[in-house]
Each structure stands twice: as C-alpha cells, then as structure tokens.
C-alpha cells in the first residue's frame, strides 16, 4: 500500500468515526415534517421521488396537489392506480390562469378537509401536500389549524409539504427544511414545457 493510498484509508477511517458518532446519537423514532421550498425546480420531484421510495417499503401514502389542477400530470398518471397511493387534485390550475380568488378559496379549503382527515389517520405512513404553502401566502387558508393538526398527527407519520415560500410557523415546527435555489432555468432560455419534464 502506497503513502496516498494509506493517508486516504486513514482519512476515511476518521470520517467513518463521526458519522458514527452521530448515527449513535440519534435514538429518537418518530415522523418528520419535511418543507421543500425555494425558487428552483425539483420541490415536487423531491417529494414524489420520496413517496416512491415509501411505497418500496410497502407504506402507505396520500397526495393532495392544491393547485396543479387543470393537466393530468405524469405523477398522477402514474401513482393513481397504485393500491397504496390516495392521490387527489384539488386545484383548478395555477392561480394566474384561474383569475377566480372565491374559487380557488374553496378549493383550498376542500382540500384542506381532506388534508385535515388524512392528518389523524395513523394508516398514514407518509403525507404530501404539494404546493400548499401558496395557500397561506395568498390568505386561502389560515396557517393556525394546519399547524395544530401537524402537531398533534400520529407519531409516526411523515409529511412533506412543497411550495416557493414557506410560512414561518410550518418553518417553526419542521424537523428538515430543504431550500432549492433557481440557478437556471430551460423556460428563460425560451425552451417551453414538456410532459415528463415539467409536468
């Protein structure tokens, strides 16, 4: 063994001691609450690639999607007839092409009943309510309940909720909080939006 191969062995032995260290450390066996906020692409795709990953492990999980309302998008069309996926849509579309404040309320708050329901269920392994952080941002809901119901969810439920902005009180209680920042983008680049891509 060579004098880079041996510095490197022993730089990875020392890694692998405070990974360790830190595996030991964390004894605590509960749901998480997951925010994946930011301006860049990937928010969405983050969470449906981790229910993916749920629904390997045999859990069970349920979707709402608050505005991606109007396209049936490839996320849906996939997971829709998977036995232990309840996947709902409950938006007309964003918001811009809506032009209908009182509508989109109402769609807001239909969702968030449902969203309420799947809170208290502990059939529940993992929870994704996408693009809900527009709601508080635009007034369609108030953030109070929503946080009293993660709260007090099952304890081992995941959640993971999805949205540009993220209110201060869910950013409060979250355990992980990922922030995806816009460092380019293909539709500034007059590239227009594909199936499979964007949607």
Request: no cysteine.
């Given at each position: 063994m060579n004098d880079s191969e041996i510095r490197h062995r022993e730089k990875m032995r020392r890694k692998k001691a405070v990974i360790d260290g830190r595996i030991a450390k964390s004894t605590e066996t509960r749901?998480?609450?997951?925010?994946?906020?930011?301006?860049?692409?990937?928010?969405s795709s983050?969470?449906?690639?981790?229910?993916?990953?749920?629904?390997?492990?045999?859990?069970?999980?349920?979707?709402?999607?608050?505005?991606?309302?109007?396209?049936?998008?490839?996320e849906y069309l996939f997971f829709r007839d998977h036995p232990n996926v309840d996947f709902y849509i409950m938006g007309h579309g964003?918001?811009?092409?809506?032009?209908?404040?009182?509508?989109?309320?109402?769609?807001?708050?239909?969702?968030?009943?449902?969203?309420?329901?799947?809170l208290r269920d502990p059939g529940y392994d993992l929870l994704v309510f996408d693009e809900m952080s527009y709601m508080f941002k635009y007034g369609y809901l108030d953030v109070s309940p929503v946080v009293t119901a993660l709260r007090s969810r099952p304890a081992g439920q995941n959640v993971i909720i999805t949205g540009r902005?993220?209110?201060?009180?869910?950013?409060?209680?979250?355990?992980?909080?990922?922030?995806?920042?816009?460092?380019?983008?293909?539709?500034?680049?007059?590239?227009?939006?594909?199936?499979?891509?964007?949607?």
């Amino acid at each position: 063994m060579n004098d880079s191969e041996i510095r490197h062995r022993e730089k990875m032995r020392r890694k692998k001691a405070v990974i360790d260290g830190r595996i030991a450390k964390s004894t605590e066996t509960r749901g998480v609450l997951i925010l994946l906020k930011g301006n860049g692409k990937g928010k969405s795709s983050s969470a449906f690639g981790t229910m993916a990953r749920a629904l390997g492990h045999g859990q069970r999980a349920g979707l709402i999607q608050f505005i991606k309302g109007r396209k049936e998008t490839g996320e849906y069309l996939f997971f829709r007839d998977h036995p232990n996926v309840d996947f709902y849509i409950m938006g007309h579309g964003f918001t811009w092409e809506t032009q209908d404040k009182s509508q989109d309320k109402r769609a807001a708050q239909q969702a968030w009943a449902i969203a309420g329901r799947m809170l208290r269920d502990p059939g529940y392994d993992l929870l994704v309510f996408d693009e809900m952080s527009y709601m508080f941002k635009y007034g369609y809901l108030d953030v109070s309940p929503v946080v009293t119901a993660l709260r007090s969810r099952p304890a081992g439920q995941n959640v993971i909720i999805t949205g540009r902005t993220m209110h201060r009180e869910l950013m409060e209680i979250a355990d992980t909080i990922s922030d995806i920042a816009d460092l380019e983008h293909a539709f500034r680049k007059g590239v227009k939006a594909q199936p499979g891509i964007e949607w």
